[in-house]
């Protein structure tokens, strides 16, 4: 499937601001890169190239394009967690050209592939202690703060099957998500990756159900109401999604659904509606049971067997009573995540998403509800 969030360098070079013979001079330089489908994506993702600074960036490739191609400083990277587990941020410059590149190579090298498991994560590790578990870099100048940032934002869409659950959980519910899908990352292919990292079915559902709450609640603003134009969280689309699927988060509703110009009204671009689109579809995708139930090679049915079993279904106001009750000692603060929680459970448990319908957020009181 094409990338919409693809970005080609030559393409921003030849819009570029400046004269004619400054954007040739880009284009021949561009050219000369010679770059890789891998190294472009990487690069554009870490340096963020427009028509109004790529003029000045492309001394940032010639730069840092010898590292990633492993020509540069012998061509070092983490290549495992002995070698990760020396690194001490606190005693090293991370504001150095050497260090950086150093890092570019072994992301590049890593690109979320299991061998470099235990690398990526003692890494990341370092990185949260340095930070304070904000993955914020405020301690260094705003050019290495921000790539930094950047490099960090990649290190986990593209690891993200192999991280701990508290890393994945930290990344969906933040800004990291949809900062991710805009670089171009298939979010889609690596969520389902981080579900089928497990053989048992029993814990693709658990993870697939986690994954569905952390990313409802996610508290980052994503587009605007269209009838009022105020900024709103992610649970808006999925709730009105919901409803204009007929709570069937089926593709061909989603696809409706963003072709359709009511949804979206005068105040969400292009571009916010091609990130919801990817959002949404990785939702319906996490409560349908899509990347729990994959073709499954032999090895793993034998070793985790799917036994047909026909539960009795509870009746709606049954699942509310046992929710009530197992919420009962919980705070108001608390209860609302944790009802959700249980819900995407049952609703995974029975295939029944309707039953996410039971409980659902009143824009007017400001207040979670259950529906009557």
Not at 315 to 322: F, P, Q, S, V
Request: hydrophobic content about 40%.
């Amino acid at each position: 499937m094409d990338n919409p969030f693809e970005i080609k360098l030559a393409e921003i070079c030849a819009k570029a601001v400046g004269d004619e013979t400054s954007k040739k001079a880009a284009l021949a330089r561009c050219a000369n890169f010679g770059l890789s489908n891998r190294e472009e994506f990487l690069l554009n993702s870490i340096f963020g190239p427009t028509p109004d600074n790529v003029l000045i960036l492309l001394d940032l490739y010639d730069t840092y394009l010898p590292y990633v191609r492993g020509q540069k400083d012998n061509g070092r990277f983490i290549a495992d967690w002995d070698s990760a587990n020396k690194l001490i941020l606190d005693a090293i410059n991370l504001d150095t050209v050497e260090m950086f590149g150093m890092f570019l190579r072994s992301i590049f090298v890593w690109n979320g592939e299991k061998k470099y498991e235990s690398a990526v994560r003692e890494v990341l590790r370092k990185f949260e202690d340095y930070t304070a578990g904000t993955l914020e870099f405020d301690e260094i100048s705003v050019f290495w703060s921000e790539v930094y940032y950047k490099l960090i934002l990649l290190i986990v869409a593209e690891n993200l099957s192999f991280l701990t659950e508290e890393m994945q959980k930290f990344f969906i519910n933040s800004k990291m998500l949809f900062e991710a899908i805009a670089s171009g990352v298939d979010l889609d292919q690596k969520i389902n990756q981080s579900i089928n990292y497990f053989d048992y079915l029993d814990l693709r559902r658990e993870l697939a159900s986690t994954f569905a709450v952390f990313l409802y609640v996610n508290e980052q603003n994503i587009g605007f109401n269209p009838a009022t134009g105020e900024p709103v969280k992610l649970a808006f689309w999925i709730d009105k999604f919901r409803v204009y699927s007929n709570k069937k988060f089926d593709g061909l509703s989603l696809i409706n659904f963003i072709q359709d110009e009511k949804t979206w009204g005068e105040f969400n671009d292009g571009f916010s509606r091609m990130i919801i689109n990817s959002v949404l579809m990785i939702y319906g995708h996490l409560v349908s049971g899509y990347y729990v139930y994959p073709p499954a090679s032999e090895e793993v049915v034998r070793s985790a067997p799917v036994k047909k079993i026909e539960p009795e279904t509870p009746t709606y106001g049954d699942i509310r009573k046992l929710v009530e009750e197992k919420t009962s000692q919980l705070t108001d603060d608390d209860k609302p995540t944790e009802i959700i929680n249980l819900l995407n459970n049952f609703s995974v448990q029975y295939n029944d998403p309707t039953i996410l319908d039971l409980y659902y957020f009143d824009e007017p009181s400001g207040e979670f509800k259950w529906r009557e």
